[in-house]
């Protein structure tokens, strides 16, 4: 075992590496959250007219430790648009006179699944707040909002919950059509893709069936999470209707082809499950399965909006929580079939050449 691990220079490498890199990860993320520090993104509207809350909103839009958004034009709705559709985590709202401290003059407007997103931001205002006044400021200034409360009311439920059932959903379809493509390196040894080669289709009639096959085990286990969701958990999926079928199979292809491209550019089983266990653990890291992706610094938020875990994510949290409709999510449908067939063409492409 240890001979054929130190011939198999890619396996050796990634096993030694994934360790450390998944730890940094991991460390990145947690301790920028630790201590509530979150690289929160805020949308604010300053709809108050006294200068004490003037000079406050301008004071933070200069010297808050999070980022920002805003525009004159803006109204509440717009406010809590944003942040229904995770253009902002957060959003606030200055409507009163922030020197009558009984009395609420700030709204925090907050997505349900980012509760700890509108707790952070309610400390951080409430500091700057005190720095500005020198002097503590009493919670009673503060009232709250959720964004989904005028969305489609017959898609709400526990949003937590709605949050994990693409999170979970995209972590072990990639898991199973990893395994599930593994078997063509095995084929590939044995010399069974030599005599399907020789037929008139070639390597794409390999890939196509395989594909199919994986596409459809995926799906099915895509129904199982929303039926155990449905029934555990009371999700209203039978609202999300033909859009949930759309989205579980896009998640499905997505997650085959990235499989078989793996798995076309693998030289062994030993380089495969190494490899598939690197990319599916980067993947749920900095994609959003395992740590919500608001919790992460900004850099690696960025990053892992080009992963298949963001997308899908965003795909039945669209579905469920937003009430988004198909034309909403045409990005995101886009996304997960345009890269599913530019995989397949590329694993195609390779496989030729092998």
């Known amino acids: 075992m240890g001979l054929r691990l130190w011939r198999d220079k890619g396996a050796l490498i990634l096993a030694f590496i994934l360790p450390g890199f ?33 000079d406050y909103g301008e004071r933070l839009l200069k010297d808050a430790p999070f980022s920002i958004s805003t525009d004159p034009e803006w109204t509440r709705t717009d406010v809590a648009e944003r942040v229904r559709l995770g253009q902002d985590d957060v959003g606030f709202i200055l409507f009163g006179d922030i020197t009558q401290s009984t009395t609420p003059s700030i709204e925090i407007i907050k997505d349900p699944s980012r509760d700890i997103a ?7 205002l409430r500091q700057a707040l005190a720095t500005l006044s020198n002097s503590e400021t009493t919670v009673e200034i503060f009232t709250q909002t959720s964004a989904l409360e005028e969305s489609n009311s017959a898609l709400q439920g526990d949003q937590s919950v709605t949050y994990y059932i693409g999170a979970t959903a995209i972590l072990f379809l990639l898991f199973s059509a990893m395994q599930g493509a593994a078997i063509s390196l095995e084929e590939r040894k044995s010399g069974i893709s030599d005599r399907i080669l ?5 390597a794409a009639s390999i890939i196509f069936g395989k594909f199919l096959f994986l596409t459809l085990i995926g799906t099915l286990q895509a129904f199982v999470i929303l039926s155990v969701a449905a029934i555990g958990f009371q999700v209203p ?6 859009l949930l079928i759309i989205a579980s199979v896009g998640a499905a292809t997505l997650a ?3 499989a078989l491209l793996t798995a076309s550019l693998c030289k062994s089983v030993t380089q495969m499950n190494t490899v598939s266990t690197f990319l599916v653990l980067l993947f749920s890291a900095i994609g ?8 992460m ?24 929580a937003r009430g988004q ?18 995989c397949l063409i590329l694993t195609i492409a390779v496989s030729h050449k092998l």
């Open 297 to 320: 610094p900004s850099w690696l938020q960025n990053i892992g909006q080009f992963t298949p875990n963001h997308w899908v994510i965003e795909a039945y949290y669209g579905i469920l």
């Open 118 to 124: 509108a707790t952070v931001l309610m400390g951080q």
């Open 256 to 258: 085959a082809s990235i």
């Open 22 to 54: 998944i730890f940094a990860i991991f460390a990145a993320i947690f301790s920028n959250a630790s201590g509530g520090q979150l690289d929160i993104r805020a949308a604010m509207l300053l709809s108050s007219e006294t200068p004490a809350t003037q």
């Open 325 to 342: 409709t198909g034309f909403d999510l045409l990005t995101i449908w886009c996304v997960l079939f345009g890269v599913t067939w530019f």
């Open 198 to 202: 020789t037929g008139p289709l070639g």
């Open 288 to 295: 959003g399965s395992m740590v919500p992706r608001f919790m």
């Open 237 to 242: 999926v039978i609202g999300g209707g033909f």
